[in-house]
């Protein structure tokens, strides 16, 4: 099956008040990136590319403290390519030409 390109992008915003905190980001298990959240009154706009076959797939945040700060995701949203996401992260790659 062709693979398709779609790329994804979510409002990421972590409140803490110590150590800077760190995140993950993982599509399905395998994991995108792992950032150190330095900022204090800004939000990042995350670009995710995902290169696959028409599937199922999640994207997904946490912690990696978790008692240490608090994060928000918000407005996934499919910037590019075929497939759809819902606000949970779930995405659904479908191929060119086709809708969900």
């Known amino acids: 099956m062709q693979k398709e390109a779609v790329t994804v992008v979510a409002d990421v915003n972590v409140k803490w008040a110590e150590s800077p905190p760190r995140y993950r980001c993982y599509v399905n298990d395998e994991l995108f990136t ?3 959240w330095t900022w204090t009154d800004h939000y990042l706009e995350e670009i995710i590319p995902i290169y696959a ?3 199922a797939y999640h994207v997904k945040y946490e912690l ?5 700060a608090e994060m928000q ?3 996934f949203r499919i910037v590019n ?3 759809t996401i819902d606000q949970k992260g779930h995405v ?3 191929t060119t030409g086709q809708t969900a």
């Open 34 to 36: 792992e950032r150190t």
């Open 53 to 55: 076959e028409p599937g």
């Open 64 to 68: 990696v403290d978790p008692e240490s």
């Open 73 to 75: 995701i918000r407005n």
């Open 81 to 83: 390519g075929p497939g």
């Open 92 to 94: 659904q790659i479908t």
